[in-house]
């Protein structure tokens, strides 16, 4: 343990009410310095108002946000050391984007000299400077975003929020953003919250994930740990589509539609649901552990892969795009124990 | 004469049946503008050069007295009189439109608040009055303003005005009427920006330590801009060529440049001198539009 004050973020029972709609329920989470950190939910699940929470653009009903050990809850977005990206940018338009990079250090009333070092110096680092006497109009979408993050990083934040970024650009450069933005991260060590409804996304850029299902946190934990180990169906399902058995608790496993499986770890409940990535399904022409004995019933090339979807049970099976399957075939598929995942009722 | 062919909007043609093309889809309005604009503003400035006769009849001689009269020479000495009563206009108009500035933006942001259904209640409130003739509203200020009702009540506790006597007339009276009768010409061109106003950038000014003073007019301001250049336009123009408002609310002492005018054309009997002062209104109205589109860049009037 170090003694030097974390400049760590921690949201304490935040609870927020729209009127009679609940859009966050008592969320906990720490958001360590220097990470980049995810809200993952689909639409309407309450991410962004727990961003706008954090940004002080928002009120929550009760709980607490602390930032470096102080409780910032009171203090207005003006006073805070936090900046976000706003979803649709939000660049001032009558102003070149120059001035809308130097837009916060003019407010805070930097001399003269260090606004012009500090922009030019963010808007270099992004790869703007050469468009710095243009209005926000004239840029792409990409280019815009770019003057957002340049405008939010430029005051240098404890922490730099990001509300739905990439969702005005196209999938190819959607891509290609991420990456960057994951270099850029590592590179400044800022601490980055971003919110997002893409679970490919969220993958590719975070630390940590925490998952959000209608204003409560439903999982919380590395991209690794929450794709591979997801705590409920409703993890499973929306991180990747995970095969879900109807599970029935027996001696040494479970009896499933698709037969008996043996388990690593004992399920607690009598009857649930157990899941499998299709990646983690092994296709073979001997019986092993866990052997389902399968037909092929569908087949879509992917380019870099081949999904099947098998009888019994509908399972889903991705397998390299060298074998070759036609729709009839009698396999065997292996379940391999230590993938099955066990989900809490 | 050689024409050149060029290619407009994927059709073959020249400059010439371009232009003659344009000139017909633009006639009907420039006769329009011709006949009800450019020759009686012509008439007018012929007007202004001539004589009143000794029983108010035009005549026809060519002379600047009514100019000088206006700038206040006389065979009596120099007063100040009329353009005092201009320089009056200018002020009165200037006023009105500024507070009507600062009463509209209040107004238009508490209106574009209000949940969707009840917001044309409250739109309609504000546009009834368009509906009401302007001298009955100024005539509804009579009543408010009269020695019982609490308004002169309250003045007379003050002490500003004697026991029993009422708001009007004054120049008080003529403020109050004027921007209640101004104010929805303001307040509804801004309200179709303000409605139209992308808050997020409001957020991102606040998000970016501005203060509220920069938030308004970094990220407010621009955005109203076009609809608060034609309210302006709507209340500066009429301001300073209303007559009912300072007719009836400020008395005899309280001239306009509107009473003025009328007065020339009715009572006075002396046209040309009518004239004169109509020119120089509309030379005023000009001179401020032009300031005013030094100072705020354009006029976007669409």
């Not at chain 2, 004469?1 to 309005?29: C, D, P, V, Y």
């Not at chain 2, 001689?61 to 009189?81: E, H, I, Q, V």
Request: aromatic content about 10%.
């Amino acid at each position: 343990m170090n003694d030097q004050p974390q400049k760590n973020l921690i949201i304490r029972d935040i609870t927020k009410s729209f009127g009679s709609v609940t859009a966050l329920k008592r969320v906990d989470l720490e958001v360590r310095q220097g990470e980049f950190f995810t809200l993952l939910g689909p639409s309407g699940c309450g991410k962004t108002t727990l961003l706008r929470i954090i940004a002080g653009l928002e009120q929550p009903s009760s709980g607490a946000i602390i930032l470096t050990g102080k409780d910032i809850t009171a203090l207005p977005a003006t006073k805070r050391n936090v900046n976000t990206v706003f979803q649709s940018y939000a660049l001032f338009p009558h102003l070149s984007i120059f001035e809308n990079v130097a837009f916060g250090l003019r407010s805070r009333k930097f001399p003269e000299q260090e606004v012009r070092k500090k922009v030019s110096d963010t808007l270099e680092l992004l790869e703007m400077y050469p468009m710095r006497n243009r209005s926000p109009e004239q840029l792409s979408g990409g280019q815009k975003q770019r003057v957002a993050i340049a405008r939010a990083l430029v005051n240098e934040p404890d922490i730099l929020l990001l509300d739905e970024p990439m969702s005005a650009l196209d999938a190819k450069l959607r891509a290609q953003v991420q990456e960057e933005l994951r270099r850029l991260q590592r590179r400044l060590g800022t601490t980055f919250i971003l919110v997002t409804h893409d679970q490919a996304e969220a993958l590719v850029c975070s630390d940590r994930i925490a998952v959000i299902e209608a204003g409560e946190v439903v999982q919380c934990g590395t991209p690794l740990e929450v794709y591979d180990f997801p705590r409920n169906r409703f993890v499973a399902e929306f991180l990747g589509a995970a095969n879900l058995l109807q599970a029935r608790r027996v001696n040494g496993g479970v009896e499933t539609e698709v037969g008996f499986l043996s388990l690593n770890k004992q399920p607690e409940w009598p009857e649930g649901l157990v899941a499998i990535r299709p990646e983690w399904i092994r296709v073979g022409s001997e019986p092993s552990v866990n052997g389902v004995h399968a037909t092929v019933q569908d087949i879509v090339y992917r380019g870099t892969n081949f999904d099947l979807t098998m009888s019994p049970g509908a399972l889903r099976v991705r397998t390299n795009a060298f074998k070759n399957f036609k729709i009839g075939d009698q396999v065997w598929l292996e379940l391999p124990p230590a993938e099955l995942v066990v989900l809490e009722g | 004469m050689k024409q050149n062919t060029i290619l407009w909007h994927g059709e073959m043609t020249t400059e010439r049946a371009l232009t003659r093309r344009g000139m017909s889809f633009l006639s009907s309005g420039i006769f329009w503008l011709t006949a009800f604009l450019v020759l009686p503003s012509l008439i007018f400035v012929v007007l202004s050069f001539a004589e009143r006769g000794v029983y108010g009849e035009v005549i026809w001689n060519f002379s600047f007295d009514n100019y000088k009269r206006l700038a206040g020479f006389s065979s009596f000495g120099w007063t100040p009189d009329y353009l005092l009563i201009l320089g009056r206009s200018v002020v009165v108009s200037l006023v009105t439109t500024l507070v009507s500035i600062l009463l509209s933006y209040p107004l238009t942001f508490f209106i574009a608040s209000r949940p969707a259904r009840n917001r044309f209640v409250w739109l309609v409130i504000l546009i009834i009055p368009f509906w009401t003739n302007i001298v009955i509203r100024t005539y509804a200020w009579f009543l408010l303003l009269s020695p019982d009702l609490p308004f002169a009540r309250f003045a007379t506790f003050l002490g500003f005005i004697p026991d029993g006597s009422s708001l009007y007339p004054s120049a008080f009276a003529v403020y109050i009427g004027m921007i209640s009768d101004y104010l929805p010409f303001l307040a509804l061109p801004l309200y179709s920006s303000v409605e139209r106003m992308d808050w997020a950038l409001v957020e991102a000014a606040q998000d970016l330590y501005a203060s509220r003073y920069r938030v308004f007019m970094q990220a407010i301001l621009p955005q109203t801009a076009p609809g608060l250049t034609v309210g302006i336009i709507l209340t500066l123009v009429p301001t300073m060529a209303t007559f009912v408002v300072p007719d009836l609310l400020g008395g005899a002492k309280y001239m306009l440049v509107g009473n003025l005018i009328q007065q020339q054309f009715g009572t006075s009997r002396d046209w040309p001198f009518g004239a004169a002062i109509s020119m120089a209104l509309m030379l005023l109205t000009l001179l401020s539009m032009r300031i005013y589109r030094r100072k705020g860049n354009t006029v976007d009037i669409i």
